[in-house]
């Protein structure tokens, strides 16, 4: 499958939407995604250096490098990773994840962080984060006003 290639602002845009409305689909959260306010917030982070992309085909990862609000220490944390099922299993989108952990570190992260929607394959993530050193020690919760 094809090399990680990190995104520029102008690169990250609607030829990401089937991997998008894929996820939003598959997700339990219907009508979440807003392409006209995604896309353009989404740039602005980047320009202002606080959120970075990285794709391969059919998978994206965006994470976002901010310092701790108590300790000052720099933080990274995976804001989204997405696949379309197709590219599951071939190592993409962990090659995807690698990038952003060789980021994180290169940048002086002392801690990251990844969040992942438990419905979205579950059986899955619970192997995969343990097997890249990552333990659970937080859990969301939300509801809908």
């Known amino acids: 499958?094809?090399?990680?290639?990190?995104?520029?602002?102008?690169?990250?845009?609607?030829?990401?939407?089937?991997?998008?409305?894929?996820?939003?689909?598959?997700?339990?959260?219907?009508?979440?995604?807003?392409?006209?306010?995604?896309y353009p917030t989404w740039q602005k982070l980047m320009r202002a250096g606080v959120a970075r992309t990285w794709e391969a085909p059919g998978c994206v990862l965006g994470a976002v490098f901010f310092p701790d609000t108590i300790s000052g220490a720099l933080y990274g944390s995976v804001h989204f990773w997405w696949?379309?099922?197709?590219?599951?299993?071939?190592?993409?989108?962990?090659?995807?994840?690698?990038?952003?952990?060789?980021?994180?570190?290169?940048?002086?992260?002392?801690?990251?962080?990844?969040?992942?929607?438990?419905?979205?394959n579950p059986s899955n993530l619970s192997a995969v984060y343990p097997r890249l050193g990552y333990s659970k020690h937080e859990t969301i919760f939300s509801k809908e006003l």
């Open 83 to 120: 696949a379309l099922p197709a590219v599951r299993g071939t190592g993409a989108p962990m090659r995807l994840f690698k990038a952003f952990e060789q980021a994180a570190r290169a940048a002086g992260c002392k801690r990251v962080f990844s969040m992942a929607y438990e419905t979205l």
């Open 1 to 38: 499958m094809g090399s990680v290639v990190e995104l520029t602002p102008e690169e990250f845009n609607l030829h990401l939407d089937p991997i998008l409305l894929h996820i939003e689909r598959e997700s339990d959260q219907p009508g979440r995604y807003n392409p006209e306010h995604f």
